[in-house]
């Protein structure tokens, strides 16, 4: 794939929430499972989904690593409460 069209596709994933990146994710899915695509479209669109997986999982881990310092902060107060 042109360099180009790459940077393009990652500054459109940067417009997605996570549940609009999943449900395209999912839609990927369906396509390749339903078959009947020319390996060019299978490639293509498999790629894609990559792409949009990548960015999901890159998602989940900004929430899990701000819930963490949720807690953490959460605990840091509680202790000096009791202080």
Same mark, same amino acid.
């Given at each position: #794939? ?5 940077? $393009? $596709?990652?500054? =459109?994933?940067?417009?997605? =929430?996570?549940?609009? %990146?999943? +449900?395209?994710?999912?839609? @990927?899915?369906? +396509? ?10 299978? *490639?293509? !669109?498999?790629?894609?989904? #990559?792409?949009?997986? &990548?960015?999901? &999982?890159?998602?989940?881990?900004? %929430?899990?690593?701000? !819930?963490?310092? @949720? *807690?953490?902060? &959460? =605990?840091?107060? +509680? ?5």
């Amino acid at each position: #794939m042109p360099q180009d069209q790459t940077s $393009q $596709q990652e500054d =459109n994933l940067q417009n997605l =929430n996570f549940e609009e %990146a999943y +449900s395209r994710l999912g839609e @990927i899915v369906e +396509s390749l499972e339903n078959g009947g695509l020319t390996l060019a479209e299978s *490639t293509q !669109i498999y790629e894609r989904g #990559m792409g949009l997986a &990548n960015y999901c &999982n890159h998602l989940l881990d900004k %929430a899990k690593l701000r !819930i963490t310092e @949720i *807690t953490q902060n &959460n =605990n840091h107060s +509680s202790l000096l409460e009791d202080e």
